[in-house]
Structures are given as C-alpha cells and as structure tokens.
C-alpha cells in the first residue's frame, strides 16, 4: 500500500495529531523551556497548598508540648472513682495521653511540710516535655525532687523519711526536677508506692487530647458522659493561646501561598504568551492555506493544554518532594502528601495555559496572514 | 547615540516594556513583602503567644516550701518570706523593660467567707504605676489574658472585689451584690471565668489581701510576662562561666533566662525564674514558625525571579528583527548585548522601586489585618532588594540576549529564524 493511500484512508483527526506531534518536535527547546515554567508553577503551587494543608497539624502537635488541655476532676475536691483512670484511657485509645496525680502534704523528720505526689513517671515523661529531669527513677521507694524541696530537705541527696498521717515511708532521691514553677517545690513518687504509704487515690487526671478544636471537645463531651462525678474542664490557658497562634499562622500562610501562587502563574503567562507569539508564522501559514479560524484556535488551546497538563503531573511530583523535604527539615516529620488537591494543581495548570494562549490568538487574528509571513 | 537608543527604545515600545515592568514590579512586589513579614513574624507571633500568659515567676529569696496543690495555696501566712510591693516599678527600669508586656504580684490569704474557708487572692486588675517619668499599666489583664470576667473589673484602689464563677455559683451571688469577708462588707463587681484553680476563690485588690494578712506592702511571688527570643545553646550557658564579652552579650539578649537574671538584680531579695512550661515551648513554635516563613520566603523568592526572568526572555525575543537590523547595521555583538543590558538595568531599577512601595504597602495590609499591628519595612532592604532585582533580571536576560545577537541578521530579517 503507497504512502498516498495510507494516507487517503487515515482518520481525518490524525492530520491534527501529527501537527501537534511535529509542532512540539520541530522546537524542542522552547518547548521544553515552557514545559520547564508550567512544572516550576505546578511544583510551588503544589508545595504551598500541601504545605497548608498539613502545617496545622503539625504545628497542633508542637503545641502538645505544652503538655495537657483538658483536666479531669474530682467535684469539689473528692477523689476520683476508683476506674476513672482506666475509663478515660479507654475513652482517649490513642488520641492523646492520660496522667493521674495524687497528693498530700506529708512532713519529714524535722516537722517540715512538702507537698507529695504520687504520678506515673513514664506518663509524665511523654506529657510535661518541659520538665528537666537529671535522670527518671526507676526502682520502687524511688524518689524525683524539685530542686528546691531537694536544698530543702536532703541537700546532700541522703535517703530521708517522709511521714504522713503516723506512716512513714523511706524513699532514695533519683532523679533532680526543675520546672521554674509550683513543681519545683514538690516530691514526686511512683503511684503505687504512694497508694502503698497513703492510701489516697488520684484526684486529678491530666489529659493531652490531640487534634483540632472539634476533635477536643468532643472528647470532652464523652468524657463528661462517662464519668458523670467528676468535673472535666479544659485548661484555657493552652487551648487559647494554641487557637490564637494557629489562626494567625494559617492566615499568614494563606496569604504567603496566594501570592506565590499568583507570581508562579504569571511566569507561565509570560512564557507561554511569548511561545505562541513567536509561532505566528505558523498560524498565518494555516490560515493563507484555508484553515478555519475555529480550527486553528482549537491546535494552539491543545497546543498549551497538553503542555499545561503534563507540566502539572511533572510539578505535581516535584511539590510533594519539595513539601516533604520542607517538612522533614523544619518539624522532623515528613509531610503527607495530599493527592486531594491534585484536582486543582491539574485544573489550574490548564486554565492559566489556556489564558496565556487566548491573549496571542486574539491579537494574531485582527492581522492579515500576508503581513505575517512578510515578516511584518 | 547609546541613551537615545535606550530612551528612543522605551518610548515606542512602551506596551513591550510595560508587560516586563508590571511582572518585576509584582516580583519585587511579592519578594518585598515576603521578606518583610518573614523578618517581622518572629516578633508577632511572640506577641499572641503571650496568650500563654507569665513566662518568668520571681519568688522571695529565701522562701519556704510552696504548699501548693491544684493551684490553691496551702501555706499558713505567717510562713516563709515576702517580696516588697514598692520594689515592683523598678521592672520597668531595667535594660529590657519594653520586653515587659506586664506583671502582677499575687498574695493568697485565707478568709472566711460566706460559712466556710476561701483563698482570697490579692493582685493587680490594671495598675497604673509610675517608674521615673514613665506611666504604664500592668496586671492580671496583661499576664493573664485568658480570665474572663463578667461584670466589670474593680479599680485596683476600690474595695471592690471579683468572685471565682464556682464560688458564686454555690453562694447564689451576682455581680452588684454584697459579701461578707472576714467580716467587712464588699461589693462585687463582677465573676470571674479562668477555667483553673481561681474559679474557686475570690480575687481582690492587692490592698485588701495585704491589709487582711496585716502586711502591709507584702508580695508572694510576681508573674512577669515577657517578649523573650527562643533559647539556644548560647543561652544555656551558665552566665558565671561567661567571658566579660560573652556575658555582655548573653546580658543584652532577650532569652527568658536573661531576662529572669535582670529582674533577679533589679528586685532585692528575690529569685527569678523562666516557666519552664511556658518559656521552653515558645522557643520552639517560635522557631519552628520562622523556619517555616523563611522556606515559604526562599520559595516567593524563587517564583518571582522566575516570572521576571521568563519575562525578561519573552520580551527580548520578540525584538529579533531589531537585533538583526542593528547588526546589519554594523553593530558589534558586545554593543546590542550593552543596550539589552541597559535596557534591563533601568527596567529592574523602576520596577523594583515601583515593587518595593508596592510591596511595603503590602506588607503594611497584612501586618494590619493579621496580627492587628504594624510590619514595618527596614529601609536597609531596599538597596538590597533592588540589587536582586537588578541581578534576577540581568540573569533572566542573559540567556534571551545571548541567543538574539547570535542569530545571523539575514535570516531574522527575512523572519525565518
């Protein structure tokens, strides 16, 4: 079969096929420099938009640190029931920690008075981050003191007795605490050697429920249904100052990716307005051999179009690298991608390709082909 | 001839020129405001983290245990050491006093109340003092920002005191109504909301606490809040291990540590400490925030000489019958690279200016309606910024300017090339 015919036969869509094809062939370099702008545009967009997406979450976990946002409460100073810690920690699962506390004022040989507390040390480790802590105890009748019930009490780090109510109970100092707070003058021991030695039970849980505001309160809710005798108020303080210092991170973002967004958009614009002006002689080539202006429209909007889509999946690719690496360097954590806004990185590409194309077009076609191709 | 082909160039092509200028301008435009509210954020979002309320306490030097459970203070008055009121205003004289978003002394008594036993904690609602010539407020309102009160605040000089929500709650009491305390009668002016240990308990002048302990000017401890910079391994140092410069910088930099030794000095007899809880943890949202501007701030700037580059380029193309003109002419390669470069300089140099404004006015709207105060624009970063620019467009040129001259005239002219 002769080349003639194969042609004669051919679908007539694959003429434009081969135009598109040869086009994009013929001028590989600025092709390539277009394509080069469009993935650049793609990239940042994608990055800030994921970045958006994600900093809140983790700027919510920083916010952890400050330890808890919601206290659970005997009423009007009564302990707490004897499951209420297992309740609230079958309520929370792994949405956020749960420490209890007791305490007592006990004396020690010389009649002072110390505050006493009885907590779970491994819990309070991973709760008050902030706390400085030489070392954690670890064995039983282990004692951790602030540092001024330590200069206090046992300067030299001696063994001690504390008494409470005729009980004494004989703890070693393991371990140095310093806050800069109320903690400092206290004595922190093991929950079951206090319960041991006092028989208090805990009267405060203290408890770091992770998530947005939503997701807090409703733990709140649930919690304030399962144990309907004890008080379960959030700690303002941290839940404030974390709402505050979100919003305007959020609001400073938004703004921060609206305007790259905008600059990486006009780059394309630029680039691709110069593209297509530049292939004038092609148009006017088309239309001194009879193509419809419709036509002709139609080859350079898929022209750009398909430039403007591949350069979206390539930036794509390289924004959620970039986002991750911006991740990974500033809060050690690498950020998910969100293949959610894929859509609009996709879309958006294609959209301002498509207007950069609009403006030559519509320029070149109030021109006379012949003016064109003299060169004019 | 040179400047006439410059000035001639700009006058007739102005639509060419004006798209390239408007793509600098908003370059320079973004970069501006970029680098403006990445060097300022650090500064604001120290501020709302105030939120978080006192981050140095300062307690008496020689002070006894604390007996303290659930914020209620279970130390008998006529226990352990007291600072000294009149001492307060000298916070203000120290180096860093514009750091001091404000303080409030606290003294916790006990009192009967109503039937039963009450902590009544003494403080400052928004005091007005005077150090020197200087007048500012302080006081719960600026350390604690979190309490909530409904009703009105009592002046610090009235006898007029506020009521935890709980405990009016179970005393059937409302804001205007009267209460018995240790046997005096005082109005209450309002119920407080702090969602922590004071809902239980009433909150009063200062006067009144100290006149019921019968102490009169007698402080327990103070809550400074304060403007500090995140803590580095610097500011860990222990400042007697300091060299005489080290010490001195260590001295003049707004760590929470200090600023907590400077209070120590400027309040006789007294212990000053950063919160550990709120003083660390700012450190690092802090920085964890700037770091993420100054990415976020690397990326504006990599967009914007983008766009000014690929405009720069788009723009010297399309003058390539010119170029071919000009060397048919005669002239030398190195001559039309010049008038490119020339013509650049000055589009970069009105387009920076242009942007720079822009870009402060930006800056200034998002200062405004973000963090409700101002983001000020060092004028150091406008040489600079007009440097980048100037180099971002000779960079995007370059290229562009490179292919044009090598193009042979006869072929550009006939517009095949």
Known sequence: MSVAMRRANAPHTSMFLRMLVRAANLRRGRVITALIAIMVAAAVATAMLNLYVDVQAKLRKEFRNYGANIVVAGKDGQALPADALATVRSILGARGLAVPFAYVIAQDKNGRSVVVAGTDFTQVAALDRWWSVTSWPQQPNDALLGTRALSAITPESQPFDLIFHDRTIHVNPAGILHTGATEDSRIYISLSDFTNWTGVAPIVIEVAASGNSNEISSVMRELTKALPDAEVRPIRQVMEGEANVLGKT?????????????????????????????????FAVMKALGASEPTIAAFFATEVAILGAVGAILGFAVGIAVASWIGRVNFHAPVTPRFVIFPAVFAGSIAVALIAAVVPITLLRRVQPAIILRGE | MFARLVYESFRRQTRRKLLAAIAITLGVGVATAMLAVATGIGDKISRELRTYGAN????????????QIGGVDLKPPSDGAYLNESDLPKIKGMFWRNNIVGFSPMLPVNVNAGSQQITLLGTYFA?????????????????????????????????????????????????GQQIEINGTSRSISGVLSTGGAEDNQIVAPLHIAQAITGKPGAVRRIYVSAVTKPEDAFARRDPRSLNPADYDRWYCSPYAASIAFQLQEAIPHSHAEQIRQVAQNEGVVLSRIEGLMLLITLAALFASALAVSAAMAAAILERRVEVGLMKALGARKASVAALFFAESALLAVIGGLLGFAGGALLAHQIGQSIFASQITIQPVLLPIILGIAVLVTFAGSAVAIRRAVNLDPALTLRGEA
């Open chain 1, 250 to 282: 959020r609001s400073t973002l938004y703004v921060a990716s609206a305007l790259i967004i905008l600059t990486a958009s006009l780059c394309v614009l630029a680039t691709l307005i110069g593209w297509v002006f530049d292939r004038r002689a092609d």
């Open chain 2, 56 to 67: 140095i306490l300062i307690t008496p030097q020689d002070d006894t245990l604390d007996l």
């Open chain 2, 127 to 175: 005091k007005s003092l005077t150090f020197g010539k200087e007048q500012f407020t302080t006081g719960v309102t600026k350390t604690h920002p979190w309490w909530k009160v409904q009703g009105a605040w009592p002046n610090d000089d009235s006898n007029d005191v506020l009521l935890g929500e709980k405990l009016a709650t179970s005393l059937y009491k409302h804001p």
